[in-house]
T-cell receptor, first 110, second 111 residues
Framework: DGGITQSPKYLFRKEGQNVTLSCEQN?????MYWYRQDPGQGLRLIYY???????QKGDIAEGYSVSREKKESFPLTVTSAQKNPTAFYLC?????????FGSGTRLTVV | DAKTTQPTSMDCAEGRAANLPCNHS???????VYWYRQIHSQGPQYIIH???NNETNEMASLIITEDRKSSTLILPHATLRDTAVYYC????????????FGAGTILRVKS
């Protein structure tokens, strides 16, 4: 079945460390997105990419970086510059305005 | 993209229809109305979308008023598994546009 795979499901990071969250899709969608969700809050856009080798900052890009070297993959790196990284991270892809989301990665800083 | 207003929470009895309202009084002519839902600790799931005509699929029906300033998502026979946060989003179908999520409506289906 086509879909979006995010890994790992749970991730623990020590303060000061960079960590990369994986997002892979086999839907052949051009556009991909990363959202962050804090407890009891809505989703906030971190980065998005409309096409391979191109991406744009969303509303809360500081402390994050992305790459889009392949259509299928859109990894997100949470850097040590992100002051409050503990959150639920969601990856999505879209075509024609309809988004498909992954099951998320829950990142905890310890 | 136009802003939407939804009630914070709603309750519905199992087996009854759940009617979730959404106001989008500043919607533009080229903006669609999208509905997504998010079950606890999962990614959002697409439900339905429409421009000006009423729409129905296997999950729900979408009723858009004639002036397009409001809409209602209808789950015809709510089950406990429909308990979730429901997001109403208006968005133009154009290259580069993104989904912007508000707080949504928490729907609690009770037995």
């Amino acid at each position: 079945d086509g879909g979006i795979t995010q890994s790992p499901k749970y991730l623990f990071r020590k303060e000061g460390q960079n960590v990369t969250l994986s997002c892979e899709q086999n839907l052949n969608h051009d556009a991909m997105y990363w959202y962050r969700q804090d407890p009891g809050q809505g989703l906030r856009l971190i980065y998005y990419s409309q096409i391979v080798n191109d991406f744009q900052k969303g509303d809360i890009a500081e402390g994050y970086s992305v790459s889009r070297e392949k259509k299928e993959s859109f990894p997100l790196t949470v850097t040590s510059a992100q002051k409050n990284p503990t959150a639920f991270y969601l990856c999505a892809s879209s075509i024609g305005g309809v988004y498909t989301f992954g099951s998320g990665t829950r990142l905890t800083v310890v | 993209d136009a802003k939407t207003t939804q009630p914070t929470s709603m309750d519905c009895a199992e087996g009854r229809a759940a009617n979730l309202p959404c106001n989008h009084s500043t919607i533009s002519g080229n903006e669609y109305v999208y509905w997504y839902r998010q079950i606890h600790s999962q990614g959002p799931q697409y439900i339905i979308h429409g421009l000006k005509n009423n729409e129905t699929n296997e999950m729900a029906s979408l009723i858009i008023t004639e002036d397009r300033k409001s809409s209602t998502l209808i789950l015809p026979h709510a089950t406990l598994r429909d308990t979730a946060v429901y997001y109403c989003i208006v968005r133009a179908l154009a290259y580069g546009n993104k989904l912007v999520f508000g707080a949504g409506t928490i729907l609690r289906v009770k037995s």
